[in-house]
């Protein structure tokens, strides 16, 4: 059955499929480099929160972790307001520790700069930058994550926790609209 929000047609970009394999490949990866650092992963909501949880269940159990969210929001509909909105903060001091922030995607690249820019502000050992998806060709700010899935296409995309209009979140597979 085609799924249509908003009167448009959803179209597949990336089936659940393919998103675990590119989760799983990083969260190796951040396993492998954060042994013995205990880590702090930062979601970004709320888009990141079903990147987030497929992460953090593909990380190595035995890596010891916290995690902590920030609540920023500069989208309506599916333009950025180009102002980035700090709606709420972290519960944990995160001075002196590894934080690995978590992003669902990086468009114009200001809201994740003005993540980064709080963020060091609170004095962090090291922050890096995880993102699920890079859309081309879109970016003000030159952002290149340390963790990456994949790059996209400039196309709007909806499911895996990115929505249009608050439709669509809740899709586990990754859509995009024409
Ligand atoms: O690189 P940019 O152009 O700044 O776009 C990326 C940001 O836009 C979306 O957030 P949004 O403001 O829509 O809030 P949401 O996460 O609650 O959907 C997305 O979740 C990123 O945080
Ligand atoms: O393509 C997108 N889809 C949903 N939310 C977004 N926020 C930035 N880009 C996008």
């Not at 990141?48 to 916290?66: E, G, H, T, W």
């Not at 963020?119 to 998806?133: G, Q, R």
């Not at 890079?134 to 196309?155: A, F, V, W």
């Amino acid at each position: 059955m085609n799924l249509v929000i908003k009167g448009k047609e959803l179209q597949l970009y990336f089936s659940k499929e393919q998103l675990n394999h590119m989760v799983v490949k990083i969260a190796n990866q951040i396993s492998a480099d954060y042994q013995e650092r205990h880590p702090i992963f930062i979601g970004v909501l709320n888009g990141a929160f079903m990147f987030m949880a497929d992460l953090i269940r593909a990380v190595d159990p035995q890596l010891k972790f916290q995690i902590d969210f920030i609540k920023l929001s500069s989208y309506e509909g599916k333009e950025s307001t180009g102002i980035v909105k700090a709606l709420s903060g972290l519960k944990n001091d995160i001075k002196g520790r590894h934080v690995i922030i978590i992003e669902d995607i990086i468009e114009t690249g200001l809201t994740i700069t003005a993540v980064i820019e709080e963020m060091k502000k609170l004095e962090p050992a090291s922050v890096k930058l995880c993102a699920c998806f890079l859309k081309t060709g879109k970016q003000k700010i030159n952002i290149q994550p340390d963790y990456l899935c994949t790059e996209i296409e400039d196309k709007f995309i909806i499911g895996y926790g990115l929505d249009w209009d608050e439709y669509g979140r809740g899709l586990d597979q990754l859509y995009y609209i024409q």
